[in-house]
């Protein structure tokens, strides 16, 4: 109760639970072309997997192919997919190289440049070259599909700090809204790293006091917020404490800490008067005592 559903244009859902966390389904996991000829149920582009040609086309510069420069790669990428593309798919290259490949149903399919182009200067571009690692930690971010500046400064620290001595020096790394980071390098070529690669979403974790604690089941209540609201009758507190399958030391130690402050209780006089009481109990049994003692020696 109190989860939104959202879906935008391209027919990506986003989940928006009660305690302002969200989750993200993908547009292409749940939608498809009406025209589709698959009998899986896919796109065509879920059912293609485009071939690269085994040469490059040597440009001029690799961030502006002329136009002869672009049809040279598009026949490539053709003749290497004859027997692969079905009747009807377009191929249209961007100034960089890339190559995206339109089919029947409307899915699309794309060639990075650098797997197609190659600047004068050598054998292949900078992006050929280079293969970015993926930095071992993943940034923990609010909103996985609007990231702050200092999320989006994290992950580009991470990236470079991932990079030291692969990245050649003049190399800029950038980061989209969504935590997606392109590496562009000093010949103009470039290299994506997708953002499920490099973030996550800020889930609730089951520490005492999160505000995501038990989202999934509905309750954004914490341990304590429950061990504060128990019944202080008869001690039962107490027992709240150690009921409430606490994980944990930390939790534990509330809970042990509730039940040790109920044992020891203000002094209020009870105690003493308590003793007072069974001190004149002995006395009056030992007054009778004598007094019967002293009667049968008479």
């Known amino acids: 109760e109190g989860t939104e559903v959202t879906v935008d244009d391209k027919g990506n859902a986003t989940i928006k639970y009660p305690d302002g966390s969200k989750d993200e389904i993908p547009g292409d996991k749940l939608v498809k072309g009406e025209d589709s000829d698959s009998t899986s149920g896919q796109t065509d582009a879920g059912n293609i997997t485009p071939n690269i040609p085994g040469d490059k086309v040597t440009v001029k510069d690799p961030t502006h192919l002329t136009d002869d420069e672009k049809n040279q790669v598009k026949d490539n990428v053709d003749n290497a997919n004859k027997d692969k593309f079905p009747a009807g798919t377009e191929v249209t290259v961007g100034d960089d190289g890339t190559a995206t490949i339109k089919y029947p149903d409307g899915s699309k399919d794309t060639i990075p440049g650098d797997q197609l182009v190659q600047g ?58 969504d935590g997606t980071a392109t590496v562009t390098y000093p010949d103009g070529s470039k290299d994506v790293i997708a953002g499920t690669d490099l973030i996550i979403a800020a889930k609730g974790e089951d520490v ?22 128990a019944s202080t009758a ?25 039940a040790t402050s109920l044992k020891t ?18 006395l009056a049994s030992l007054g009778l005592f004598v007094f019967k003692k002293k009667r049968d020696k008479e």
Do not use: C, W
Not at 208 to 229: E, T
Not at 243 to 252: A, M, P, Q, R, W
């Open 265 to 282: 209780l203000p002094q209020t006089g009870t105690k003493d008067t308590s003793i007072l009481g069974v001190l004149g109990m002995l």
């Open 234 to 258: 008869n001690g039962s507190i107490a027992n709240a404490g150690n009921n409430l399958g606490v994980k944990g030391e930390s939790d534990n130690a509330i809970g042990n800490n509730k």
């Open 208 to 229: 005492l006091g999160s505000k995501y604690h038990s989202h999934k089941n509905g309750s954004n209540s914490s341990q304590a917020d429950r061990v504060k609201g």
């Open 120 to 177: 004068q200067k050598g054998d292949t571009t900078d992006a050929g070259n280079i293969t970015p690692t993926v930095p071992g930690g993943k940034v923990t971010v609010k909103d996985p599909s609007h990231l702050t500046d200092s999320e989006k400064d994290q992950v580009k620290k991470n990236v470079e700090d991932a990079n030291k001595g692969n990245f050649p020096a003049g190399t800029e790394v950038t980061v989209g809204a």
